[in-house]
């Protein structure tokens, strides 16, 4: 039979690359996201040399070749532009596929080859490495790791060790390199235990040089944000998240829905297939293509995805199929070996399975919100970036109209916003982005104090479940409100500073002095509290008090005037404002309608009368419905200590069941 001329490699290329960019034009469209302004901020207001030496704005792992210098290299380059970041991780992605290629070569002949490298670039937390600008780091780490093999294999150990210690750099997921190099050294190339650990020399100096120096980095660090366990059921756990991962199962209850809603992209497909050129032996002059033995492949790939696999278990309770970038490797060589002496149709085939497989991963609408090494589920997966960038442009806009030029110094206070979105950070990067302002800050509702709002302009929104919303917008006095908000929620510092903002700014006097008093003397401070009642003109008389709480007894009695009680009551406080008759009565008058000022007298007679169950009965079933779990746990907890009687209290009883069920753990997935 004739052989046609053999095909140019380049044309293959090109068609790859396009057929990979139709794939994720998506994911290199996605925005900043998440973590992402935190180290865009860290680049554009630290010195580089500065910030190597910590642990970065996260303070969980160092990283400084993909975080510190990858963001201090492109920012000022790229600026505010994430098309130009996700083009950069797009590049560092076919620079690793091409490495791949040349460690699939040694081991597999042309089919596998290329059955290998699709597979890996068509693995769903692929979409999440493209999505991510963040995670530049598992591609880089994937890629210095690539590249270390390459230098190796062909003895340049010195480079090797370096592009290693660069992959090092870039994520802890690397540091099993040497365990691979010497299974390379030991059953492919085959060489003798004492030249292979020779060779090995440098890769494992430069890995003990960097594990030492990241030690002492964390050491600087009192309390490191992440959280590691080493326990045996976590390194078993791993490896069969790592199966997951590799097998498109992040969310194993939703692939096969997700394959019935979606089929193969078809451009990717027409693009991909027609590769198939390049394995017509005819054309190629390769009639029966000549395959290394596969036996040391195999040892190979296996000892791959073991080392690349078991790095993940200090982690796994947060697991996230990306974490397994690396480990991909492994797969790519098992699916390299399996497709070894693929033909042109079943090319075409192969692609149209593994773009369908690919498109019904990602199409999966769920992600894990809880922990624990044995959950099913990714937590950080496709759709939930998807989502994040959905929400975080949606809330921006929405921002941008409620106040398009907020003054500078503003302080922005967020009471609720959707969950798992990503939109709140640190002290609010995002925002300073946003509106290009380095003064404005944001953080949640109960962080309000001193020390986040100091003199500021303070903004207060929340989501009412389709947009933002100012909250206290109309109200006369919106510092006295969040200073009532904040003693409820047990944070008796950002009230008092709530309270004196609103004196600051003319808010009521009576109010504002008298609970200013109240959250000081919580925090510790009966001196100021003292001063705060005086200056309100509040003092003991027992004469008064006996009288004016005599007048309210009768007005509720005989006249049933609610009203004229409750004024009785607050002259009666004024003249015994530490005595905790008053406040009871004045708390069960009020609570009945779900006041917030009901409440607060309640709160204020447990406290001065601890074994007032009654007044504690009350403030719990009023937390309980106010939505208020927190404190109502722990008011619930003080009154089953002081009230034995209270299982045969239909009250205690109602509220305890309700923060049951509220407590009890609730879906560990959130599902879309």
């Known amino acids: 039979m004739r052989t046609l001329p053999r095909l140019p490699w380049w044309p293959a290329v090109l068609l790859a690359l396009l057929g990979l960019s139709a794939v994720y034009a998506g994911a290199l469209r996605t925005g900043f996201l998440n973590d992402d302004f935190l180290f865009l901020e860290q680049a554009r207001t630290r010195p580089l040399l500065q910030s190597l030496g910590d642990l970065g704005p996260l303070a969980n792992y160092y990283r400084p070749l993909a975080r510190q210098v990858y963001f201090a290299a492109l920012t000022p380059i790229a600026g505010d532009h994430p098309l130009a970041f996700h083009l950069f991780n797009f590049a560092v992605f076919l620079a690793a596929l091409a490495l791949l290629a040349d460690l699939l070569r040694s081991l597999l002949p042309v089919p596998g080859v290329l059955a ?75 060489r003798p235990t004492g030249e292979a650990l020779r060779r090995l020399l440098p890769a494992a100096a430069a890995g003990v040089a960097w594990v030492a120096l990241a030690l002492i980095v964390r050491a600087r660090h009192a309390a490191p944000a992440a959280f590691l366990t080493f326990a045996p059921g976590a390194f078993a756990a791993t490896l069969v998240h790592e199966i997951q991962s590799l097998l498109g199962l992040g969310s194993p209850g939703g692939l096969f829905a997700g394959l019935a809603r979606e089929g193969p992209a078809l451009l990717p497909w027409v693009l991909l ?33 073991v080392a690349f696999g078991l790095v993940v278990g200090p982690v796994v309770r947060t697991w996230s199929a990306y974490y397994y970038t690396l480990a991909g490797v492994g797969g790519a060589i098992l699916v390299g070996l399996a497709a070894r002496r693929v033909d042109r149709w079943a090319w075409i085939a192969l692609c149209g399975a593994l773009l369908w497989w690919h498109a019904g991963s990602t199409a999966t609408r769920a992600f894990a919100i809880a922990d624990g090494a044995w959950g ?7 759709f939930y970036f998807r989502r994040a960038a959905a929400l975080t442009d ?73 947009d933002l919303r100012p909250l206290y917008s109309n109200a006369g006095d919106p510092f006295f409100l969040v200073g009532c908000d904040l003693l409820l929620l047990d944070r008796p510092a950002g009230a008092s500073y709530a309270f004196q903002r609103a004196l600051e700014e003319g808010g009521e006097r009576m109010d504002n002095l008298y609970w200013l008093g109240w959250a000081e003397l919580w925090r510790g401070r009966r001196d100021r509290a003292e001063a705060a009642w005086k200056a309100l003109g509040a003092r003991d008389d027992s004469l008064r008090w006996s009288a004016h709480m005599r ?42 309608g779900g006041s917030r000022y009901g409440l607060l007298e309640l709160k204020v ?16 079933a009023g937390l309980v419905d106010a939505h208020l779990d927190g404190p109502a746990a722990r008011e619930l907890e003080a009154l089953e200590r002081i009230y034995p009687e209270w299982p045969a209290d239909s009250v205690v009883t109602r509220a305890a069941r309700t923060l049951r069920r509220r407590e009890a753990p609730g879906e560990s997935v959130a599902r879309f």
């Open 394 to 466: 949606t809330l921006s806009h929405q921002m941008l109209r409620l106040e398009p030029s907020p003054p500078r110094g503003t302080r922005y206070f967020f009471a609720l916003l959707p969950p798992w979105a990503g939109f709140q950070m640190g002290n609010g990067p995002l925002l300073r982005a946003l509106y290009r302002d380095p003064t404005i800050e944001s953080y949640f509702y109960s962080q309000f104090s001193e020390s986040t709002a100091a003199g500021h302009p303070c903004r207060f929104l929340y989501w009412d479940g389709a």
């Open 273 to 305: 297939g027609a590769l198939a050129l390049w394995l017509d032996p005819a054309r190629s002059g390769e009639r029966t293509p000549t395959a290394p033995p596969a036996r040391p492949a195999l040892r190979f790939a296996v000892a791959w995805l």
């Open 551 to 592: 007048a309210a007894r009768n007005a509720l009695r005989d006249d049933r005037d609610t009203l004229e009680t409750r004024r009785h009551l607050i002259t009666a406080i004024q003249y015994g404002i530490g005595r905790p008759e008053g406040h009871a009565v004045l708390g069960q008058l009020m609570a009945r």
């Open 376 to 382: 099913w589920t990714s937590h950080l997966t496709s």
């Open 116 to 190: 290998g490298l699709l597979f890996f670039a068509l693995l769903p937390f692929q979409e999440v490495n493209l999505t991510w600008v963040s995670c530049s780091q598992d591609l880089l780490a994937l890629a210095c790791a690539l590249g270390a093999v390459a230098l190796h294999r062909r003895g340049r150990t010195g480079w090797a060790a370096a592009a290693y210690l660069a992959a090092a750099a870039s994520k802890e997921t690397a540091l099993p390199l040497p365990a691979v190099l010497l299974a390379w050294e030991l059953w492919v190339a085959r």
């Open 605 to 620: 007679a447990s406290r001065l009368n601890p074994r007032d169950w009654l007044a504690r009965r009350d403030l719990t």
